[in-house]
């Protein structure tokens, strides 16, 4: 059972580049949800998805797009990449986005744009 | 005010200790309350939830002060394995939006 699995763990861009994290579930979970944590700081919430073809904005989506084709993937699009989007991207699913469900995270990628 | 505040430590503390944790909330709305663990480089997961009546699980005891809107974290015994960083996890009615406080870091030393 893989659970949370995220590709590429390390990625370095230059600015104005794009990219596409991936990330796909097998626990066949509804909600999954795109973080960023910067040094010394906490996830933030970049874009979740309660469906196949449903997804809202998080708290940080400036820059980044989505889309959920099917309930396993979910990947995050950077477009015109920044110094400020230099980060630790995870990825997360849960079964329900109820107050009591865990979050299941992947192994994050490391992103560095210079 | 942020909305998840907890001490960044780090805090240093000797096998066999007992340590202990805050975290504040500002949205006295949330609804549950959460403590992950992260390991250095890697993914957050899940050490325990926080019910209103306070919660054990072996070594950790979390408890919830809804007048204070603080959690605390409990850890006895401590083991040179604890030395992560914990996180304070604050969810709302919906679900969604999930507020992960920055974090604070324990180091236990032999």
């Known amino acids: 059972n893989a659970g949370v699995t995220q590709t590429p763990k390390f990625r370095i861009l230059k600015i104005g580049q794009s990219m596409t994290l991936q990330c796909a579930q097998d626990?066949?979970?509804?909600?999954m949800y795109w973080y960023r944590q910067d040094p010394g700081m906490g996830l933030k919430l970049i874009y979740y998805?309660?469906?196949?073809?449903?997804?809202d904005k998080g708290e940080v989506p400036n820059g980044y797009n989505v889309s959920r084709s099917t309930t396993e993937d979910f990947p995050l699009r950077l477009e015109l990449a920044a110094p400020s989007q230099t980060s630790v991207y995870f990825c997360?699913?849960?079964?329900?986005?109820?107050?009591?469900?865990?979050?299941?995270f992947g192994p994050g990628t490391r992103l560095t744009v210079t | 005010r942020k909305e998840v505040e907890q001490d960044p430590g780090p805090f240093n503390v000797p096998e066999g200790a007992t340590v202990a944790f805050n975290c504040t909330y500002s949205?006295?709305?949330?609804?549950?309350f959460f403590w992950y663990r992260q390991d250095c480089r890697k993914e957050p997961k899940l050490l325990m939830s926080?019910?209103?009546s306070g919660n054990e699980d072996g070594r950790f005891t979390a408890q919830l002060n809804r007048a204070s809107q603080y959690i605390s974290l409990l850890i006895r015994d401590s083991k040179l394995s604890d030395s992560a960083t914990y996180l304070c996890?604050?969810?709302?009615?919906?679900?969604?939006?999930?507020?992960f406080g920055a974090g604070t870091r324990l180091f236990v030393k032999a």
């Open positions: 997360a699913s849960s079964y329900e986005a109820g107050v009591r469900n865990e979050q299941y």
């Open positions: 626990m066949n979970h509804n909600y």
């Open positions: 926080v019910y209103s």
């Open positions: 996890v604050v969810k709302d009615t919906g679900g969604f939006k999930t507020i």
């Open positions: 949205n006295s709305a949330s609804q549950s």
């Open positions: 998805s309660v469906g196949a073809g449903i997804t």
